[in-house]
């Protein structure tokens, strides 16, 4: 056979094969679905996703609890900075707030009150922190080997969670030498911070994802938190704060998911905290309406934030 007439018959070829180029030749991508290639990374569906990240959750607890015990590695007093570091920042709080603006005057018991709401917001700032910086902080690993994505955001918020049963033990014991009791509420509180860590789990996962994209989410992130901080009565009580304010400004405050996460968390705690609110004339956020809050944004946050995830999970890394 001549040369006109092979590429005659290999253009008739390629277009048997679907898919062709202007020129007559088959195109590559045309070419490699023939001969059964697919590409390198792909996102896998959603029910192979999931079950790719539980085949790595061994690593991914090993991941954390690596990082955990590197964490403080280089510093004197090693572990202890986990309890000490909120606790200092908890000292500053009733400096500015307790005393010289006089927020203590609503509550109790101020001292547990307080020290409460910097631990259990301060798991949601480090949960969201690490895992916007999750994907971003993490090029060379991603480049590097093939597992889920995902597992990166997750491993920081186990992280997290290590230190926060660490810093609940310590709290635990605050709330007793400060004059509560010990009550059978207690009991319920492991499943209010496993709502709080699905919550985390979710945002965490969100915000993987535009950090990954977006270099200046971990310039503008500090701000939304410090914000964030502000508005969730960590410092004060928002029923007594928000009394003259309008009906909605205030349950927009209630409903901002550390806000709900603090109180749930109070309620089970402190049983002076509920007796003030009752007190003082303010009815709002009962611990059957707190559950109910608390589950929304558990599972309205890890519903939004895994699939938001997961849809961009062949371009980390790329580029």
Do not use: C
Not at 169 to 187: D, H, P, Q, R
Not at 210 to 236: H, K
Not at 289 to 305: K, R
């Amino acid at each position: 056979m001549s040369q006109p007439e092979s590429a005659v018959a290999d253009s008739r070829a390629g277009d048997r094969a679907g898919g062709s180029s202007p020129s007559g030749k088959e195109s590559l991508s045309a070419l490699a679905e023939r001969h059964g290639l697919r590409r390198a990374i792909a996102r896998p569906s959603l029910p192979v996703y999931l079950r790719q990240l539980w085949d790595r959750r061994h690593f991914v607890l090993t991941y954390a609890t690596s990082r955990n015990v590197s964490r403080y590695s280089d510093s004197a007093l090693g572990q202890l900075w986990q309890v000490l570091t909120p606790l200092l920042n908890a000292g500053v709080y009733y400096l500015m707030f307790g005393l010289i603006m006089g927020q203590k005057k609503d509550i109790t018991n101020y001292t547990a009150f307080l020290i409460t709401g910097v631990f259990v917001y301060s798991y949601t700032q480090r949960s969201v922190t690490g895992g916007a910086k999750s994907i971003s902080g993490n090029l060379s690993l991603i480049r590097a080997l093939h597992f889920p994505r995902a597992a990166l955001p997750l491993a920081y918020t186990i992280q997290e969670f290590q230190q926060l049963a660490i810093s609940m033990g310590v709290l635990a014991v605050i709330v007793l030498v400060t004059g509560e009791s010990l009550t059978w509420l207690w009991l319920l509180i492991p499943l209010a911070l496993l709502l709080q860590t699905i919550f985390n789990i979710g945002i965490s996962l969100l915000l993987a994802r535009v950090g990954a994209f977006v270099r200046d989410m971990n310039q503008l992130l500090p701000f939304i938190l410090r914000t964030w901080l502000y508005t969730s009565g960590v410092f004060f009580s928002i029923p007594a704060r928000m009394k003259d304010a309008p009906d909605w400004a205030r349950t927009l405050l209630e409903f901002n998911p550390p806000s709900v996460f603090i109180d749930l968390i109070r309620h089970l705690l402190l049983n002076t905290y509920p007796e003030d609110l009752r007190r003082q004339g303010f009815p709002h956020s009962s611990l059957p309406q707190l559950w109910l809050y608390a589950g929304f944004w558990a599972a309205a946050a890890l519903a939004g934030g895994f699939l938001y995830f997961w849809r961009a999970e062949e371009r980390y890394g790329r580029g």
